[in-house]
């Protein structure tokens, strides 16, 4: 089986940096997504780490460390439409051995001005 | 491209009813999933299709059943509805179930009394 643990809500200021961390537990490892969510509206992808290190993507950046079943997503120079709920999830192989993807409980991000 | 379409966006059961909840896409993925999300819950997986006539249970699958006639459509129907299935569905789709880009359709909010 898998878990993935994400904290429930994060708060920080307009031009500020955040961090949300994910840990997880998993059979097998296949990579570390992230996908962030507006309330009202649909899932979509920001980033993705199969390797250790740190991906960058514009203001966005995703860690992972393998050996420490860790990651992490950072938002830089936060503005107002960040606001929003972040996911992370990962792919585990069931009994059937195909991949489905499971997502965390997601962290809540207010942006304050 | 319209990506992945679901109808309804919002319906109202009573208990006991059954429905179809339809989701298509048009990008040739093999891979396709639904998804229950739930306030605090984050999104749970209730079945997936790696391929037409291919499918798997999810971590909540009772009470639900799928069908993958077609590489396009992959409906979810609700045998006999319960309030406990109030809820946002979401379907997503991605070329395989290796890929860890998964997209997702704009949900269908859907209500039992």
């Known amino acids: 089986g898998q878990s993935l643990e994400q904290p429930s809500e994060v708060t920080a200021v307009e031009g500020a940096i955040v961090q949300i961390n994910c840990t997880y537990q998993?059979?097998?490892?296949?990579?570390l997504s992230w996908y962030q969510q507006h309330d009202g509206g649909a899932p979509t992808f920001l980033s993705y780490?199969?390797?250790?290190g740190l991906e960058e993507t514009g203001r966005f950046s995703s860690f992972l460390s393998r050996s420490d079943s860790y990651g992490y997503l950072l938002l830089q120079e936060l503005q107002m439409k960040d606001s929003a709920s972040y996911f992370c999830a990962v792919r585990d192989p069931k009994d059937t051995g195909r991949r489905a993807l499971t997502f965390g409980s997601g962290t809540r991000l207010q942006v304050q001005p | 491209n319209a990506g992945v379409t679901q109808t309804p966006k919002f319906q109202v059961l009573k208990t006991g009813q059954s429905m179809t909840l339809q989701c298509a896409q048009d990008m040739n993925h093999e891979y396709m999933s639904w998804y229950r999300q739930d306030p605090g819950m984050g999104l749970r997986l209730i079945h997936y299709s790696v391929g037409a006539g291919i499918t798997d249970q999810g971590e909540v699958p009772n009470g639900y059943n799928v069908s993958r006639s077609t590489t396009e459509d992959f409906p979810l129907r609700l045998l006999s509805a319960a309030p406990s299935q109030t809820s946002v569905y979401f379907c997503?789709?991605?070329?395989?179930?290796?890929?860890?880009?998964?997209?997702f359709g704009p949900g269908t909010r859907l209500t039992v009394t």
């Open positions: 780490n199969a390797l250790d």
């Open positions: 998993t059979s097998g490892f296949y990579g």
């Open positions: 997503a789709s991605s070329y395989s179930d290796s890929d860890y880009e998964q997209y």
